[in-house]
């Protein structure tokens, strides 16, 4: 068996290929083994993508986005088989050693993509952080009568100053070093307990029902009924049709852009003898993935309508149990968040060495030392910068539609058609079913980028129209033709002395989402 596997090992040196340092690693093919490989890629497959998909499905209708949610999990379950042929051709594990060979143009395309990808995980790794501590100020702030932004963020800062502080120092504290670390072998053990919690996290959403909330629950669904009373939650239908319906496939395309983490994981088993294991370990933890978003999304999406918030966990009441899910999702993600900037070094890494090997391959006299990568310093840029984005854009949803409509398709779909049709395809001819499907990846990652990005964007820009420090208004005229205005809703907006409109940024993207859907 492994003689066979032998000519998939890296090409060595000559005279070093049969040296007696060289030893094949017997893969585990045990059940235990296999289960617990399924577990660890379950955990990179579930990530702050889940929270945001009732959002997605609201938009689209629940039936609707079953279906667009089940269109790109064959999509990416192809593309990822697709990757793994890829790899098994050329004897490489990673998608940087597939970019290198395919050329310098893919190599920086897919550097690049991966590491604004993966920092924009980090970024909305902290958002949501943050987002749990702004909900235990304001809970210590109603309990001991305190007021005013050192407790409860507000329009000018998303995050009260209490909760920026605890931000901050769980950032310094907590996740600056474990991201120091140079190997994330150390932090495999916390990849089941990771798990755990976002399996109760799950849970939570399912089961806990807004019916036990209180008057003073501060969910969109209350907020709905309060303002005056003017309307009610509408439930999601089956189907809609509207400018926001093809913002869910951006999110949708984030949920699941994870086949980067496969094949370092699936190295043990990428040999012809065991591959039909690493297939049963790709099908389970994919279906397992497909089956635990479509249930979050159909639960949120049914369960409250038009009123989903952009983060599930804000529309459950402030009961013990949501508030311990809102912790375990802070635990998982700070067990998540260190390989995510072990991930962005490994890809500065890349750049640096391509930028480095340029000038070497030239006439100069003396080849050019390689620069040191100063390991500290970039950890501690790539957490500090996704601290300061998580601070000024503390917007997940709008972080989630740009990386899925952007550097998610790339990684997910483009990349591995390219590799597969670089490395495998060349065998078939054009008119072969797979080479096809290669194509059709290609295109349905475009379709992603044409229909949602414009969307998007103009989504992005209303939301900042409305927002009081990006547009001093020496009047409210602008705004009252707007659909998202002031004219509304008259709570969200109101009129200082000097004629400027101060408009509430969150109230006023949260009934501009509903006036394009009704």
Not at 78 to 86: D, G, Q, R
Request: with cysteine; proline share 5%.
């Amino acid at each position: 068996m492994f003689q066979a596997a032998g000519r998939y090992l890296p090409a060595l040196p000559s005279g070093l290929r049969n040296a007696k340092f060289i030893r094949y690693e017997i893969p585990d093919t045990t059940l235990f083994a296999l289960a617990g490989t399924t577990f660890n890629l379950l955990n990179g497959t579930t990530g702050p993508g889940l929270l945001a998909l009732p959002l997605a499905f609201a938009r689209c209708g629940w039936l609707m986005g079953s279906l667009l949610l089940l269109l790109t999990f064959v999509f990416n379950h192809v593309s990822l088989l697709y990757l793994l042929k890829a790899c098994l051709a050329t004897r490489e594990h990673s998608y940087i050693g597939l970019s290198v060979r395919t050329g310098k143009q893919i190599a920086a395309l897919v550097d690049w993509a991966s590491l604004i990808f993966f920092f924009g995980s980090c970024v909305s790794y902290l958002v949501i952080i943050g987002d749990t501590f702004n909900i235990l100020t304001a809970a210590v702030g109603d309990v001991s009568g305190g007021e005013g932004s050192l407790y409860h963020g507000g329009i000018a800062m998303h995050f009260s100053f209490l909760a920026l502080g605890m931000l901050v120092v769980f950032t310094v504290c907590c996740l600056l070093p474990l991201s120091m670390l140079r190997s994330m072998d150390s932090l495999q053990i916390t990849s089941g307990i990771a798990m755990i919690c976002i399996l109760y996290a799950i849970g939570v959403i399912v089961c806990v029902s807004p019916a036990t909330a209180g008057p003073d629950l501060p969910t969109d669904v209350s907020r709905a009924s309060e303002n005056g009373g003017s309307r009610e939650r509408i439930a999601t239908p089956a189907v809609t049709f509207s400018s926001e319906t093809l913002l869910a496939l951006p999110t949708m395309a984030f949920c699941f852009a994870s086949q980067s983490l496969f094949p370092p994981a699936l190295e043990t088993l990428h040999q012809p003898a065991t591959y039909h294991h690493l297939q049963s370990v790709v099908d389970v933890t994919m279906y397992l993935t497909f089956g635990l978003h479509l249930i979050v999304g159909l639960a949120g999406a049914l369960r409250y309508g038009d009123a989903t918030a952009a983060n599930i966990l804000d529309n459950l009441p402030p009961t013990t149990s949501v508030m311990v899910a809102r912790l375990a999702i802070v635990l998982a993600f700070a067990f998540t968040f260190p390989m995510m900037i072990f991930l962005c070094r490994m890809h500065i890494q890349s750049i640096m060495a391509r930028m480095d090997a340029a000038p070497q391959q030239t006439d100069a006299p003396a080849p050019v030392a390689p620069r040191e990568f100063h390991h500290r310093l970039v950890s501690a840029l790539l957490v500090g910068l996704s601290l300061l984005c998580g601070v000024l854009f503390p917007n997940i949803d709008a972080i989630f539609g740009l990386l899925g409509g952007t550097t998610a398709v790339v990684i997910s779909f483009i990349a591995p058609a390219v590799f597969w049709d670089e490395f495998v395809g060349y065998m078939y001819p054009w008119s072969h079913p797979r080479k096809l499907m290669s194509k059709a990846l290609i295109a349905f990652a475009l379709v992603i980028a044409c229909l949602a990005l414009p969307g998007l964007a103009i989504d992005i820009l209303g939301g900042l129209y409305a927002t009081a420090w990006w547009v001093p208004m020496s009047s409210g005229v602008g705004l009252q033709h707007w659909s998202g205005g002031i004219d509304t809703h008259a709570s969200i907006g109101v009129m200082t002395d000097d004629g400027q409109v101060i408009v509430d940024a969150h109230a006023a993207k949260h009934l501009h989402h509903h006036s394009h859907g009704m």
